[in-house]
């Protein structure tokens, strides 16, 4: 099963825009999104997890 | 004028006032005669003369009396379904417009004797509207649980279709006589309820799976982080293959989970930061 990833509270864009990389480079689809409270959250859906 | 009003009340009650909407048309067959044309499959003698049977004539009986009882559900389950269509849509309408048509006439008849039986009555029906409105729940998720009977009764139904495709030392009269009693119990409301409630649990377990399957942490890059991304990535860009896999060993010798996704998680999150000075420490960076 593909597994899902969030990182919140993320200050600004470019810093969440660097998340999404991060994520990308390890085979994962990311998006970024703003909260309410201004800061950013970043969800990512992963290729199953190895333990 | 009492006499009057129960006449009125009486017509809207009545087959020929009310609107009663069917919900399939008549079925063309006699069904009557088509029940009894079924009848063989549930004597005695039809299960003697399979048992009695070899060969090639075992199974052509075998499938006989399975299909003709699939069709007795079949014509018993018709009449069930319509029955709960029709009863909740007809009854439901006739005692609206009675409301309606009575509460009309006690504003506009003239003697206030009139209008206090006009009144009464509209009263009391009213209340037999509230006790039916008491069916609401019923009535509303009846079509749900009907949905959910289909779809057992399409797979059970899948499964003895199946069955009967196959020789009777696999697949016996009395193998079939068991999936026939699920195909019946699969037409009535508490199969079909207990089919969603099964559903729902079948799912509400899914959801649980993915929910527990979501990794989730608070943004922190400190020192440490920006350590790591320098020997994961060291021209800022591209992963360094030998150092990911220093990080992922690191990572495994720490009861750590190295998939998809898992560097970054550790690199960016407030969680590992106490995990990632050790990773920092240990891998001498």
């Known amino acids: ?51 | 004028m009492k006499f009057l009003i129960f006449l009125m009340i009486s017509m809207f009650f009545s087959p020929a006032c009310s609107t009663v909407i069917k919900g399939a048309p008549d079925s063309p067959v006699n069904v009557t005669d088509e029940l009894a044309s079924t009848a063989f499959a549930f004597e005695k003698a039809a299960i003697d003369e399979y048992l009695s049977a070899t060969g090639s004539d075992k199974q052509i009986l075998r499938n006989d009396i399975v299909h003709a009882r699939i069709r007795a559900y079949d014509i018993k389950y018709s009449e069930f379904e319509a029955d709960l269509f029709s009863f909740g849509i007809g009854t439901g309408v006739g005692t609206d417009w009675a409301t309606l048509a009575i509460s009309g006439l006690t504003a506009v008849t003239g003697g206030a004797s009139t209008k206090a039986a006009l009144g009464a009555a509209n009263t009391a029906i009213i209340g037999a509207k509230g006790a039916l409105d008491k069916r609401l729940l019923l009535e509303k998720t009846t079509p749900a649980v009907m949905a959910e009977m289909v779809n057992q009764r399409t797979r059970v139904l899948l499964d003895l279709k199946q069955g009967l495709s196959q020789d009777v030392s696999d697949y016996g009269l009395f193998q079939a006589f068991a999936d026939l009693e699920r195909y019946r119990r699969a037409g009535t409301l508490s199969g079909g309820l207990v089919g969603i409630v099964i559903s729902a649990g079948q799912e509400t377990k899914t959801n649980e799976d993915k929910i527990s399957n979501i990794v989730s942490g608070t943004y922190l890059k400190d020192e440490a982080s920006a350590k790591l991304i320098r020997f994961w990535k060291p021209g800022g860009a591209s992963i360094n293959s030998s150092n990911e896999n220093a990080i992922k060993t690191w990572m495994k010798n720490n009861n750590l989970t190295v998939g998809a996704g898992a560097i970054t998680n550790f690199i960016y999150t407030a969680e590992f930061s106490d995990l990632r000075v050790k990773a920092v420490s240990d891998l001498k960076l």
């Open chain 1, 1 to 51: 099963m593909k597994s899902t990833h969030e990182i919140t509270d993320i200050s600004t864009e470019a810093k969440a825009d660097e998340i999404v990389q991060s994520y990308t480079s390890e085979g994962c689809v990311a998006v970024k999104e703003q909260q309410l409270n201004g800061k950013w959250t970043v969800r990512a859906e992963c290729p199953p997890t190895e333990v």
